[in-house]
């Protein structure tokens, strides 16, 4: 089935430094999501990029989508310690349905 | 504003003992309704989808089902749980075009069979 692959799979860096993680997916999409989860809760909406669009941005945020490619990009710029979290992209699939890849864990370091 | 509330938060049950966790919507109408699964560590695998009352899909054969009795209520039951179907259950809702809108997360309840 379709879906989004995360890399790296584990990220740390220190607070201030801008992270950057890739999802790569493997057939045509409407759109692309980026969610956050923090350990042992629920995952939080960031932002939607859709399939015409190459660039978005929200606050520190910054994803990137490049369908020629199939692959896409979230940068956090000036970590923060609250930065620390799961990190998920999520792609459209058939009938409606939303198909998330398995993650990447981000620690920021003080 | 919307909100979603699922219950419980953690729960541990015996192999082959029934399971029943429900999710409640509020302040939408008609939303899609989604119960993922996520293992420890892994991303999430989408177990059922509902887009109306009564209307459930199923996305992976296991022992669990899904029923949606109302509109903004979303139940995720089991007859006799095994040992593979713990992990953390996450409920969540869309509006009625599902893929182009966000998915709004519970914050999930954490099943732990022994």
């Known amino acids: 089935s379709q879906q989004g692959e995360e890399d790296p799979q584990a990220l740390s860096i220190q607070e201030g430094e801008n992270a950057t993680m890739n999802c790569s997916y493997k057939?045509?999409?409407?759109?692309l999501q980026w969610y956050r989860q923090n350990s042992g809760r629920g995952l939080v909406h960031l932002i939607l990029?859709?399939?015409?669009?190459r660039e978005k941005h929200s606050g520190r945020l910054r994803v990137t989508l490049d369908t020629s490619k199939k692959s896409s990009s979230l940068l956090i710029t000036a970590s923060r310690a609250a930065d620390t979290a799961s990190y998920f992209c999520?792609?459209?699939?058939?009938?409606?349905?939303?198909?998330f890849g398995k993650g990447t864990r981000l620690h920021i370091l003080p | 504003s919307q909100t979603i509330h699922q219950w419980p938060a953690t729960l541990v049950q015996p192999v082959g003992s029934p399971l029943s966790l429900e999710c409640t919507v509020e302040?939408?109408?008609?939303?899609?309704l989604y119960w993922y699964r996520q293992a420890a560590g892994r991303g999430l695998q989408l177990l059922f989808y509902?887009?109306?009352?009564?209307?459930i899909s199923s996305e992976v054969p296991q022992n669990l089902s899904a029923s949606r009795p109302q509109d903004r209520q979303f139940i995720l039951s089991s007859k006799k749980l095994l040992l593979s179907d713990s992990g953390f259950y996450l409920c969540?809702?869309?509006?009625?075009?599902?893929?182009?809108?966000?998915?709004?997360f519970g914050n999930g309840t954490r099943l732990t069979v022994t």
């Open positions: 969540a809702w869309s509006v009625l075009s599902g893929y182009n809108s966000p998915l709004h």
């Open positions: 057939t045509s999409i409407n759109n």
């Open positions: 990029i859709r399939s015409n669009e």
């Open positions: 999520a792609t459209d699939g058939r009938d409606d349905k939303i198909i």
């Open positions: 302040g939408t109408s008609n939303p899609n």
């Open positions: 509902s887009v109306g009352i009564g209307q």
